[in-house]
């Protein structure tokens, strides 16, 4: 019976037997070692001579990086190996004896895209999909714990969410329509029925980025729930960002360890989080960056990052200027120019992490500030319906996935943080 490499890890001794693929070999005129990697952990494998029979022999001098092997042996410990131990071979069987590896030690960040479907098997990247999955699991978690269902969304949609410049459009039998650029606008719709409702799905924007913090497709974990308001809303984000945090810390050790993650820093993200309003932002961008921006203009990746420098956790930013929200933000009762909003922005210089608000209850305002952003209100007849029977107060953020784990991994590219990334350059493999 095969047991994982983990497994063989941690019983540490008597026989064991083993299956995975070549991470390491190193030949000896009468030992072969092979270093044996699963999904779980590597493992040190010696193949002597006078131990196995002479088939078993030739074939380990033959075993290149990736082979995949059958191995049954005896564990032993061994400091000197890469875990601490390693099993002494009485059997060996190839599954695959495997071609010349076209990855070594030193390649170009393009050669490794353009090999994604081989670099996926990296230790580093196999890490960071463990903890993307964590993240995933985390936020399901803390969603079903707090009484939330989950819904699907459509991806193929009739108009933008997040405005138009950025849709992919794709034919739809004879007609025209868009890859989604998130569920929010279905998910007003449903919170009228389910109230508190979450999802994890891809989102497109055809934006034309070329930075390290961008993807074409991506994941967004969102919620959306029937009478909250900003402050509510900030809350349930914040302890979800927490809760993630934290089940990575407990589930994914090995993982943050093997990509030279600080655990200790990252066990003190708890909620509440600091807050900030946009104008107050500002302000310390004034008086300790010598930065003036002025008032209606975004906060750009610099603005972010120098802001962040004085924070260790997560800071909310709140209200910023309506004119540059999207349509479905509302202004502020006790400031017009100001929107019901929020950005959670990560330390460390990993940008917006979060990005949500109250929902504008009023179909005038809502045709209003879809004119001004070029969109014609007309095409979202179906949205403004639900302004008009039992309308009642809500709101909903999403959390991208892939900017989540790149901040918890401490990677340098976003691109990293997805098993197949698609940007504006890159469709395959």
Request: hydrophobic share 35%.
């Amino acid at each position: 019976m095969f047991i994982s490499i983990q497994e063989a890890l941690d019983k540490g001794k008597g026989k064991a037997s083993i299956h995975g693929w070549v991470y390491r070999e190193r030949k000896q005129k009468d030992m072969v070692f092979l270093i044996i990697r699963d999904s779980t952990n590597i493992i040190q494998a010696v193949v002597k001579q006078d131990k196995v029979s002479k088939k078993e022999w030739d074939d380990s001098n033959k075993i290149l990086i990736e082979s995949s092997v059958e191995i049954e042996g005896e564990l032993k410990q061994d400091k000197r190996a890469p875990t601490g131990y390693e099993i002494q071979a009485d059997k060996l069987n190839v599954i695959q004896f495997s071609e010349t590896f076209p990855i070594n030690k030193d390649q170009s960040p393009e050669f490794l895209m353009d090999n994604r479907h081989l670099w996926i098997r990296s230790r580093k990247l196999t890490a960071v999909m463990k903890i993307r999955s964590t993240v995933m699991k985390a936020f399901r978690e803390y969603y079903y714990n707090n009484g939330f269902n989950e819904m699907a969304p459509p991806i193929f949609t009739p108009n933008a969410c997040e405005g138009g410049s950025t849709l992919f459009e794709v034919k739809y039998f004879d007609k025209k329509v868009y890859l989604t650029q998130s569920w929010q606008l279905y998910a007003e719709a449903a919170i009228f029925s389910l109230e508190k409702i979450f999802c994890i799905s891809p989102c497109f924007r055809a934006e034309r980025s070329k930075t390290s913090r961008h993807l074409a497709e991506f994941w967004m974990a969102e919620m959306e729930a029937a009478w909250y308001n900003l402050n509510k809303l900030i809350e349930s984000a914040e302890e979800c960002v927490s809760y993630i945090v934290q089940k990575v810390v407990k589930e994914n050790e090995k993982e943050l360890i093997l990509l030279e993650q600080d655990i200790e820093k990252l066990k003190k993200i708890k909620a509440p989080f600091p807050r900030l309003k946009y104008s107050d932002v500002l302000k310390i961008l004034k008086e300790k960056e010598k930065i003036n921006i002025p008032f209606g203009k975004d906060l750009r990746t610099i603005e972010e990052d120098l802001i962040m420098k004085h924070f260790d956790k997560p800071l909310i930013v709140t209200h910023y200027p309506k004119e540059i929200m999207a349509f479905y933000k509302p202004s502020d009762p006790k400031n017009p120019k100001e929107a019901l909003c929020f950005d959670m922005l990560a330390p460390e210089g990993y940008g917006e992490i979060i990005g949500g608000s109250q929902r504008d209850l009023d179909a005038n305002e809502l045709k209003k500030w879809l004119k001004k952003q070029g969109e014609k209100p007309e095409t979202y007849e179906w949205y403004l319906d639900t302004r008009k029977y039992g309308s009642v107060p809500h709101a909903g953020y999403g959390l991208g996935i892939e900017r989540v784990t790149a901040w918890l991994c401490k990677l340098d590219n976003i691109k990293d943080a997805i098993p197949f990334p698609r940007t504006m350059l890159r469709y395959t493999p």
